[in-house]
C-alpha cells in the first residue's frame, strides 16, 4: 500500500494474517494494588470473626442448619426485636424535626447564630455522657431532679420518670439530644446548596408555603434526607451504653435490644451457638436497613448537587429586613437555650460536692468546688484520659495511613468493574456490621495472644471498624474529582502520585471529616472497648460507667467525669463543624 502527501511516498508492506484474531485486554499494572494491600490485611480483623461467628450460627450437633436460630422463639429474643424496631420508628420522628428546624433556620438565617453551636454540642459528647445527663434531669426525686422538681411544682406530684414504660421518654430525649444537630446540620447544608437563581425563580412565579416545600426543598433535599435516615438508624438499632446508664438495672429487660439481648446472652454462659444466631439475627436487620437505604440513595444519584461554577455574590440570597434578622435571633437564642440546658446542669452538678450533689439539685448553691473534680481523679480518670488519648490518636492515624491510598485505589486504580462493585460491596456491609458480629472471637485471639487489655491492639481494632466508612467517604470525594484536574494530573510524568497528592490537596474536607469523626467516635467509644479488650485499656467510656452503677451516690464525681471526658471531643467538633458538614455532604470542595 501507498501514502503520498506533499511530495513524500511512503510504501507500506503488510503481511498476510495466518491463524484466527485473538480479542486483546489492555494491560493492568499490577502497581496500584498494593495500594490496597494494607486495607485487606486490618480488615481481616473483621472478616475472619465475622466468618467464625456464621459458622458457629448455622453450626449445630448434627452438622449445619438453623437449629440455633430457635433462640429467636425466646421471650426476651422477641422483646428485644420489637424494640430495636421501635428505635427505628424513633428515628423517623427525629429526621422530621430536624428538617422542619433546619428549613427554619434556612427561612430565618439569624436562627443560625446561635442555634448551630448549641445543637453541635451534644453530637459531640458520648452516649454515657447524654445518658448520665438526662438521667440527672430526670431523677425522681423532686429535690434533685429538674423534671420532676417543676412537674411537683406545678401539678403537685410527679411520675417516676425512669418507672416502668415512662423510662423510654428518658431514653428518646436523650437519643434526640445526641443526633438532632446532626441532622439539622446536613439538612441545613443541603438547603445552602439550592441555587439561587431556582429559588428566585420560583418566588418570581408565586410558588410559596407548601408548594414551594414540595416543588423545591423536598424533592432536591431527598439525597440528604436518605443519607441521615440510614446513619441514624443505624445508630439507633445498635443503640447500648445509653440503656446500660439509663435505665435502673431491674427494667433493663424491658428495655432490650438486640445487641443487650446478644451481650446477656454471652455473659450468662448461654450455648455459643445460640449467642452467634442472635448476632447473625442483629447483623440481617442492620443490613437490610443499610442496603436498602444505599439502594436509594444509588436511584437518586445520593451526592449532594456540586457547585462547580462559585456564585456571583451580588446574584446571593437577599437580606431579610432588621426586624425579621431580629426576630430570627431571638427564637435562634431561645431553641438555642433550651438544648444547651442539659449541659448546663451537667456542669453545675459536676461543680458541687459529691455530697451535695448526692442529696440537691444543680440550682443549691451550697457545696460548691471542685472537690467532685478531685474524687474522679481519685478512680483514675487522668490515666484514662491518657490511655483514650492515645487510642484515638494511633487509631486516626492508622485509618488515614491506610484508607486514603485504598479510596484512591477504588476510585482512580483502574479496578476491573466487576472488582469495584465488589470492593465496594464488602465495604458496605462492614459499615453497618454491628461489633456483636466479631466481638467474640476477636476477643478469644486477642486473649491467647496476651495482647488483652492492649491499646495498640483496641486501636488496631477501632482503626478496621472504622476504615470502610472512612474509604467510602473518601472515594466519594476522589470520584467527585473535576475530570479536567484528573486528566491534568494523569499527564504528569509521576501519574499516580500526582493524582493522589492532587486530590488529597483539593479534597481536604473530606480527609477532615474522617478525621475528626474517627479521633471523636473512638474518644467516645464504649461498646468496642467493653466487649473486646476488656477494662485493661482503661478508656474513659468505662471508667464513666464504672462509676455510674451507683448513680444516685455518685453522681457528682459521674458529672466531673463526664465533663472532663467532653471537653476534647466538643473543642473538636466546634472547630472543624464547617468542614466535617462540608466534607459528609459533598465531599469535595468546588
Given at each position: 500500500?501507498?501514502?503520498?502527501?506533499?511530495?513524500?511516498?511512503?510504501?507500506?508492506?503488510?503481511?498476510?494474517?495466518?491463524g484466527?484474531?485473538?480479542?486483546?485486554?489492555?494491560?493492568?499494572?499490577?502497581?496500584?494494588?498494593?495500594?490496597?494491600?494494607?486495607?485487606?490485611?486490618?480488615?481481616?480483623?473483621l472478616?475472619?470473626?465475622?466468618?467464625?461467628?456464621?459458622v458457629?450460627?448455622?453450626?449445630?450437633?448434627?452438622?449445619?442448619?438453623?437449629?440455633?436460630?430457635?433462640?429467636?422463639?425466646?421471650?426476651?429474643?422477641?422483646?428485644?426485636?420489637?424494640?430495636?424496631?421501635?428505635?427505628?420508628?424513633?428515628?423517623?420522628g427525629i429526621?422530621?424535626?430536624?428538617?422542619?428546624?433546619?428549613?427554619?433556620?434556612?427561612?430565618?438565617?439569624?436562627?443560625?447564630?446561635?442555634?448551630?453551636?448549641?445543637?453541635?454540642?451534644?453530637?459531640?459528647?458520648?452516649?454515657?455522657?447524654?445518658?448520665?445527663?438526662?438521667?440527672?434531669?430526670?431523677?425522681?426525686?423532686?429535690?434533685?431532679?429538674?423534671?420532676?422538681?417543676?412537674?411537683?411544682?406545678?401539678?403537685?406530684?410527679?411520675?417516676?420518670?425512669?418507672?416502668?414504660?415512662?423510662?423510654?421518654?428518658?431514653?428518646?430525649?436523650a437519643?434526640?439530644?445526641?443526633?438532632?444537630?446532626?441532622?439539622?446540620?446536613?439538612?441545613?447544608?443541603?438547603?445552602?446548596?439550592?441555587?439561587?437563581?431556582?429559588?428566585?425563580?420560583?418566588?418570581?412565579?408565586?410558588?410559596?408555603g407548601?408548594?414551594?416545600?414540595?416543588?423545591?426543598?423536598?424533592?432536591?433535599?431527598?439525597?440528604?434526607a436518605?443519607?441521615?435516615?440510614?446513619?441514624?438508624?443505624?445508630?439507633?438499632?445498635?443503640?447500648?451504653?445509653?440503656?446500660?446508664?439509663?435505665?435502673?438495672?431491674?427494667?433493663?429487660?424491658?428495655?432490650?435490644?438486640?445487641?443487650?439481648?446478644?451481650w446477656?446472652?454471652?455473659?450468662?454462659?448461654?450455648?455459643?451457638?445460640?449467642?452467634?444466631?442472635?448476632?447473625?439475627?442483629?447483623?440481617?436487620i442492620?443490613?437490610?436497613?443499610?442496603?436498602?437505604?444505599?439502594?436509594?440513595?444509588?436511584?437518586?444519584?445520593?451526592?449532594?448537587?456540586?457547585?462547580?461554577?462559585?456564585?456571583?455574590?451580588?446574584?446571593?440570597?437577599?437580606?431579610?429586613?432588621?426586624?425579621?434578622?431580629?426576630?430570627?435571633?431571638l427564637?435562634?437564642?431561645?431553641?438555642?437555650?433550651?438544648?444547651?440546658?442539659?449541659?448546663?446542669?451537667?456542669?453545675?452538678?459536676?461543680?458541687?460536692?459529691?455530697?451535695?450533689?448526692?442529696?440537691?439539685?444543680?440550682?443549691?448553691?451550697?457545696?460548691?468546688?471542685?472537690?467532685?473534680?478531685?474524687?474522679?481523679?481519685?478512680?483514675?480518670?487522668?490515666?484514662?484520659?491518657?490511655?483514650?488519648?492515645?487510642?484515638?490518636?494511633?487509631?486516626?492515624?492508622?485509618?488515614?495511613?491506610?484508607?486514603?491510598?485504598?479510596?484512591?485505589?477504588?476510585?482512580?486504580?483502574?479496578?476491573?468493574?466487576?472488582?469495584?462493585?465488589?470492593?465496594?460491596?464488602?465495604?458496605?456491609?462492614?459499615?453497618?456490621?454491628?461489633?456483636?458480629?466479631?466481638?467474640?472471637?476477636?476477643?478469644?485471639?486477642?486473649?491467647?495472644?496476651?495482647?488483652?487489655?492492649?491499646?495498640?491492639?483496641?486501636?488496631?481494632?477501632?482503626?478496621?471498624?472504622?476504615?470502610?466508612?472512612?474509604?467510602?467517604?473518601?472515594?466519594?470525594?476522589?470520584?467527585?474529582?473535576?475530570?479536567?484536574?484528573?486528566?491534568?494530573?494523569?499527564?504528569?510524568?509521576?501519574?499516580?502520585?500526582?493524582?493522589?497528592?492532587?486530590?488529597?490537596?483539593?479534597?481536604?474536607?473530606?480527609?477532615?471529616?474522617?478525621?475528626?469523626?474517627?479521633?471523636?467516635?473512638?474518644?467516645?467509644?464504649?461498646?468496642?472497648?467493653?466487649?473486646?479488650?476488656?477494662?485493661?485499656?482503661?478508656?474513659?467510656?468505662?471508667?464513666?460507667?464504672?462509676?455510674?452503677?451507683q448513680?444516685?451516690?455518685?453522681?457528682?464525681?459521674?458529672?466531673?467525669?463526664?465533663?472532663?471526658?467532653?471537653?476534647?471531643?466538643?473543642?473538636?467538633?466546634?472547630?472543624?463543624?464547617?468542614?466535617?458538614?462540608?466534607g459528609?455532604?459533598?465531599?469535595?470542595?468546588?
Amino acid at each position: 500500500m501507498g501514502l503520498q502527501t506533499n511530495g513524500l511516498s511512503l510504501e507500506i508492506v503488510g503481511r498476510e494474517i495466518t491463524g484466527r484474531p485473538v480479542p486483546g485486554k489492555p494491560r493492568r499494572p499490577a502497581g496500584p494494588y498494593l495500594l490496597g494491600l494494607p486495607a485487606l490485611l486490618l480488615s481481616c480483623l473483621l472478616l475472619i470473626p465475622i466468618g467464625v461467628t456464621v459458622v458457629a450460627a448455622f453450626r449445630t450437633p448434627g452438622g449445619f442448619g438453623f437449629g440455633n436460630f430457635a433462640v429467636m422463639t425466646d421471650q426476651g429474643a422477641l422483646r428485644a426485636v420489637g424494640n430495636s424496631l421501635l428505635w427505628v420508628l424513633v428515628t423517623f420522628g427525629i429526621v422530621v424535626v430536624g428538617f422542619f428546624l433546619a428549613l427554619l433556620s434556612y427561612r430565618l438565617p439569624a436562627v443560625t447564630t446561635f442555634l448551630q453551636p448549641a445543637l453541635v454540642i451534644p453530637f459531640a459528647v458520648s452516649v454515657l455522657v447524654s445518658g448520665a445527663t438526662f438521667r440527672l434531669l430526670f431523677d425522681p426525686t423532686p429535690e434533685r431532679g429538674t423534671v420532676t422538681a417543676v412537674w411537683t411544682r406545678l401539678f403537685g406530684s410527679s411520675p417516676v420518670w425512669l418507672g416502668p414504660g415512662l423510662f423510654w421518654l428518658v431514653l428518646v430525649s436523650a437519643f434526640g439530644w445526641t443526633w438532632l444537630g446532626y441532622v439539622v446540620s446536613l439538612f441545613r447544608a443541603g438547603l445552602d446548596a439550592i441555587p439561587d437563581d431556582v429559588s428566585r425563580a420560583l418566588t418570581a412565579e408565586g410558588v410559596r408555603g407548601w408548594r414551594r416545600l414540595r416543588a423545591l426543598e423536598i424533592p432536591l433535599l431527598r439525597p440528604i434526607a436518605g443519607v441521615v435516615t440510614l446513619t441514624v438508624v443505624i445508630a439507633a438499632v445498635r443503640v447500648f451504653d445509653l440503656i446500660l446508664i439509663v435505665v435502673p438495672g431491674s427494667m433493663q429487660r424491658s428495655a432490650d435490644v438486640l445487641g443487650l439481648n446478644w451481650w446477656r446472652a454471652t455473659t450468662s454462659g448461654d450455648d455459643p451457638g445460640r449467642t452467634a444466631a442472635l448476632g447473625v439475627v442483629l447483623f440481617a436487620i442492620v443490613a437490610a436497613v443499610g442496603l436498602i437505604g444505599v439502594r436509594g440513595l444509588r436511584r437518586r444519584r445520593w451526592a449532594m448537587p456540586v457547585t462547580v461554577v462559585r456564585p456571583d455574590p451580588s446574584l446571593g440570597r437577599s437580606k431579610p429586613r432588621r426586624s425579621v434578622r431580629r426576630f430570627g435571633w431571638l427564637i435562634g437564642l431561645a431553641v438555642a437555650l433550651v438544648w444547651i440546658f442539659p449541659a448546663v446542669v451537667l456542669v453545675i452538678t459536676a461543680l458541687h460536692s459529691p455530697e451535695e450533689a448526692g442529696v440537691r439539685g444543680w440550682w443549691s448553691a451550697s457545696g460548691l468546688g471542685f472537690s467532685s473534680f478531685a474524687a474522679a481523679a481519685n478512680v483514675g480518670l487522668f490515666r484514662a484520659l491518657l490511655s483514650t488519648l492515645i487510642i484515638a490518636s494511633a487509631a486516626t492515624a492508622v485509618l488515614l495511613v491506610i484508607a486514603v491510598p485504598t479510596a484512591y485505589l477504588v476510585a482512580w486504580g483502574g479496578l476491573p468493574l466487576r472488582v469495584g462493585r465488589t470492593v465496594m460491596a464488602v465495604f458496605v456491609v462492614l459499615a453497618v456490621t454491628p461489633v456483636q458480629m466479631y466481638a467474640a472471637p476477636l476477643r478469644d485471639v486477642i486473649d491467647a495472644a496476651g495482647l488483652a487489655g492492649s491499646r495498640i491492639a483496641l486501636a488496631l481494632v477501632h482503626a478496621a471498624a472504622g476504615l470502610p466508612f472512612a474509604v467510602l467517604l473518601l472515594r466519594s470525594a476522589f470520584a467527585s474529582a473535576p475530570p479536567a484536574l484528573v486528566s491534568e494530573a494523569l499527564q504528569g510524568p509521576v501519574r499516580q502520585s500526582a493524582v493522589l497528592a492532587t486530590v488529597q490537596r483539593t479534597y481536604r474536607p473530606a480527609l477532615i471529616a474522617v478525621a475528626v469523626l474517627e479521633f471523636a467516635l473512638v474518644w467516645n467509644d464504649f461498646i468496642v472497648g467493653f466487649l473486646v479488650s476488656g477494662p485493661g485499656t482503661t478508656p474513659l467510656s468505662l471508667v464513666l460507667w464504672g462509676e455510674a452503677r451507683q448513680f444516685s451516690a455518685s453522681s457528682g464525681p459521674v458529672a466531673a467525669a463526664a465533663v472532663v471526658a467532653s471537653i476534647v471531643p466538643v473543642v473538636l467538633m466546634l472547630t472543624f463543624w464547617r468542614t466535617v458538614v462540608r466534607g459528609l455532604t459533598t465531599g469535595s470542595r468546588p
